[in-house]
Each structure stands twice: as structure tokens, then as C-alpha cells.
């Protein structure tokens, strides 16, 4: 008899809910939840009940929870990473640097569908590397092209060259593969074809959690270990300017004053890989935002003025 006092504990919270008496639902879920603190779907609900209610903390609080029981759940990852990085979404922000800076040269690493290449202005001269590109090439603006290869074959050849025209890029976006090594040869071969007020954009460098920040991709969300390229260039580039944008939902890092004579991560390549490539997400686990130098919303709006 109980248990079924309890089941209907349970469907009664979650059919107020759907209802929209969220304030009734939720204090039935809480009720349960006492008895069943992992029972994933109600902390997901109670999650997304408190997120409908704009209470942000309470919000978080439920999909950590969750993301404590099953730490890969997609939609709680989303509704987590979008409350704890309270920027706007990573494509909202390039799509305002990108009026801001107003590139005349543009490259990107990891077309994928075209989310991010689509939001160039048609009359830009735009580069896109990716080996299997998610979108219909053919239905490009003139001036914009996609390079079917992956960007280590790209950038060992001079294509480059001729696609640039010879001049430096204005603003890059680096969104490739999702591994430590994949970025630092990304961001070493872009610099090599940078000016001072060049800007590169790197995606994924803020991770979730463990599970999320492996090198193993084992979730939909992934951002794998990019993450590592912040420390590497703390320590190796300290004349680089990188903020951590916290744009949802794995951050956005801002990259400046790059030099394209600069040698320094080319020459230590090896050492870089050997130093950083077992590093697990414990090393930044604590003081994370710290650690990975996340801006806070104000401090972002300096960087926005780019």
C-alpha cells in the first residue's frame, strides 16, 4: 500500500506539472524525491520545473543531482552548462564578433553543418577545413570555400597560401577535432598566418564534468580534453591574451596578440604532448573556472569590445 501511495505521489507531482501548477508538482517531486534521491526523472523534472520558475540556483542544484547519477544525459548537461556559464550561447557571441571585428579574412576549423560558417557575411573571403562537412558546399556565397580534408593535410600544404591571397587572416574560429594534440597543431598552424590584431576563437575549452572531458568520446555532448590548451599556453605563451568566454555550453576562448614568428610551440611540440596528453579532469576539478581563466559576465563585456 505504500508503495503505491508513493507511485502515485510521484505521477500526481508529475501531471501538476504538465498541467501548470509547477509550485503543487514541485512540492509533491520533493516529497517523493525524500524517499527516491535517485530517481533520475524526477530531479530532471524538478530541474526543469525550477528552470521554468527562473530560479537558477534551485535549477542547478536538481541537474547536478541528476548529473550524479547519469553523468552523460544530454539535456541535463545543457540545462547545467547554460546555468553555469550565464554568457550568451557560443553562436550568439560569434555572430556579434563577427560585426564587431568585421573580417575581410576569415578561416574556420570544423564546418561540421555550417552553424558557425553560415553566420560570415557572404562578402567575406571565407575558409572552411573539414574532412566530412555536415552542409551542401554547393550552395555557398561566391566568395566562401570548404577544403574536404582534415586540417594537419591542409596546412602541410600551400593551399593556404593561395587561399588567403597572401595576406594575413582577421578572425579564425577553431572547432576541429576534439583532442588536445588536434587544437595545439590547429591554433600553431593558424599563428603562422596571423597579424597582431588577428583573432582566433576556440571552442570547448570549458568542460562539464569528467565523463564529458574525456579523451574517449562516450556521450553526445562531448567536448573532450581541448580543455588542456588553456594550461599548455599559460605556461608556454604567457605573451598570448586568452579569456574563457562563458558561453554556453562548453565556452568560448578568445585568443590575441598572437605573433606569427613565434616558434615557441613548434619547438616544444613534444614535450607539450608528453606534459599534458594523461592529464585528467581532477587536475582542474577544483577551482576549475579558476583554473581555466572563465571570464565573469562583466568581464566579458570588456572582451565583447574587442
Request: aromatic content about 8%; glycine content about 4%; overall charge negative.
Amino acid at each position: 500500500m505504500k508503495e503505491k501511495k508513493i507511485y502515485d505521489q510521484k505521477s500526481a507531482g508529475i501531471q501538476l506539472i504538465k498541467l501548470g501548477e509547477l509550485d503543487k508538482g514541485i512540492q509533491q517531486l520533493k516529497v517523493y524525491s525524500e524517499d527516491h534521491p535517485d530517481d533520475l526523472d524526477v530531479l530532471t523534472i524538478l530541474g526543469e520545473s525550477y528552470l521554468k520558475l527562473q530560479q537558477s540556483s534551485l535549477a542547478q542544484d536538481y541537474f547536478s543531482q541528476a548529473l550524479e547519477i547519469n553523468p552523460t544525459h544530454t539535456s541535463n548537461l545543457i540545462n547545467f552548462s547554460a546555468l553555469e556559464l550565464k554568457g550568451p550561447n557560443y553562436l550568439t557571441a560569434l555572430k556579434s564578433f563577427h560585426k564587431r571585428i568585421k573580417p575581410k579574412r576569415y578561416i574556420e576549423i570544423g564546418v561540421c553543418k555550417g552553424a558557425s560558417f553560415e553566420l560570415v557575411d557572404p562578402r567575406v573571403h571565407a575558409i572552411g577545413i573539414d574532412p566530412d562537412p555536415q552542409l551542401d558546399v554547393k550552395d555557398l556565397p561566391e566568395k566562401h570555400v570548404v577544403r574536404v580534408e582534415t586540417s594537419d593535410s591542409y596546412f602541410s600544404s600551400d593551399k593556404i597560401i593561395k587561399d588567403l591571397e597572401g595576406d594575413p587572416f582577421d578572425m579564425a574560429f577553431l572547432d576541429g577535432m576534439h583532442l588536445f594534440e588536434f587544437a595545439l597543431r590547429d591554433l600553431m598552424n593558424l599563428e603562422k598566418y596571423s597579424k597582431p590584431t588577428s583573432v582566433v576563437f576556440i571552442h570547448d575549452l570549458y568542460p562539464m564534468n569528467a565523463e564529458t572531458a574525456k579523451r574517449d568520446r562516450i556521450a553526445d555532448f562531448w567536448s573532450g580534453d581541448v580543455w588542456k590548451l588553456v594550461l599548455c599556453l599559460q605556461k608556454y605563451r604567457p605573451d598570448l591574451d586568452l579569456s574563457i568566454l562563458p558561453c554556453p555550453p562548453t565556452g568560448l576562448g578568445a585568443v590575441t596578440k598572437l605573433d606569427s614568428n613565434s616558434t615557441v610551440l613548434i619547438d616544444n611540440y613534444s614535450e607539450i604532448i608528453k606534459e599534458y596528453i594523461d592529464m585528467t579532469y581532477e587536475e582542474i576539478k577544483q577551482n576549475k573556472s579558476e583554473k581555466l581563466k572563465l571570464l565573469s559576465i562583466d568581464e566579458m563585456e570588456s572582451v565583447m569590445v574587442l
